[in-house]
């Protein structure tokens, strides 16, 4: 069975920072795209970030470029999404999903492809 789990979520004051972890079992981790998507209520849900697992190519949303910073441990099978910077507008839950490499990267930032989902993680910025 296949699973994501995300964590580190939390309230974290305007320009402060917050690391998320997404812990994946049950796939061949190297076979798939790691994304980081949020989504505020009453919003669509959007991609933050994504990394290739086999080539390690990182992937960012201009909303986030330059204060967000994706990477893998893979003999850990966890991905992190090192947040700097943030903003009231970051205020969301965050998702991880997984999506086979094959699919092509001009996938990786339309969640209705992902093969697999975790639970969200709710990150507030707030003073």
């Known amino acids: 069975e296949v699973q994501l789990q995300a964590f580190g979520g939390g309230l974290v004051q305007p320009g402060g920072y917050r690391r998320l972890s997404c812990v994946a079992s049950?796939?061949?981790?190297?076979?798939?795209?790691i994304g980081w998507f949020r989504q505020a209520p009453g919003k669509k849900r959007e991609g933050v970030s994504v990394?290739?697992?086999?080539?390690?190519?990182?992937y960012y949303d201009d909303s986030v470029k330059g204060r967000f910073t994706i990477s893998s441990d893979n003999a850990k099978n966890t991905v992190y999404l090192q947040m700097n910077g943030l903003k009231p507008d970051d205020t969301a839950a965050y998702y991880c999903?997984?999506?086979?490499?094959?699919?092509?990267?001009?996938?990786?930032?339309?969640?209705?492809?992902?093969?697999?989902w975790g639970l969200g993680t709710q990150v507030t910025v707030s003073s």
């Open positions: 049950g796939l061949t981790f190297d076979d798939y795209a």
């Open positions: 990394i290739d697992i086999d080539s390690g190519s990182t």
């Open positions: 999903g997984a999506i086979t490499l094959s699919s092509g990267r001009d996938w990786y930032f339309v969640p209705e492809v992902y093969d697999y």
